[in-house]
């Protein structure tokens, strides 16, 4: 099934933390000098307008990248996430545009750095591979992003980023991710993995978690922002991030960056976040 297309939902509170969490470990990895690797698994078409009919038929931005783009004294690392949207925007004052993960990477990626971003889909494929002809150091490829844990890994700098960003349309892609880090962890043991995910029912998300567990891996970290309690209704109710191998700086920084995303993004009162070890060291 490949029905699920971002454009839908593109720039929503989901994106922002997704986004956020990205641009921070992207950032620390670029402490050292030596180039590192980003995979992109599920990388959509990187680059979506906000006045396509898609978007604007959920109009799910306007709760998200929206309520932060005319924020005055922003923490300083959401003002840095901002600014890579306006630089897409080509500094306009409106927001027309918005910024997948491989375009955020991509916008940070020094020369030394190298991305792979694979895309299934038979329409989105086309359109990342031309947004992203004029990027020399990434490639795409329509391919299965969970086979190239596999395929790719370890990859030559030995340093690296793998982002796990499936769109859970089928339980199974729970079950996808957990096999995914185990192939990529016995490959490449060092490197940092990032995997997005929503909260539907709850019950996927803890038999996910409960499956990282019994992987035997250390340090996982998860964060996570909700916009209203756990519900057994339609829709999406928080969404976060699991971090294997984190960078040491990670959970303070989502410590002093998530209330403020909490109270800005929910100004109704119904929000929440939380930042726990899955597995300590």
Sequence with gaps: MLSYRHSFHAGNHADVLKHIVLMLIIENLQQKEKGFYYLDTHAGVGRYRLSSDESTKTAEFK???GRLW????LPEEIAHYISLIKLLNS???DLNYYAGSPLIAAELLRPQD????????PTDFPILRNNFRKFRNVDTKRENGFQQLKATLPPKER???VLIDPPYELKEDYELVVQAIEEGYKRFATGIYAIWYPVVLRQHTKRMIKGLE??????ILQIELAIRPDSDQRGMTASGMIVINPPWTLEAQMKKILPYLTRTLVPEG???WSINWITPE
């Design 159 to 161: 340093r690296g980023l």
């Design 114 to 121: 190298r991305a792979l971003l694979t895309e299934l889909h």
């Design 214 to 219: 019994n992987t035997g891996i250390r340090k």
């Design 91 to 93: 500094g306009a004052k």
């Design 63 to 65: 709760e998200g990248i």
């Design 70 to 73: 005319n924020q005055e004294d």
């Design 270 to 272: 119904t929000g929440s």
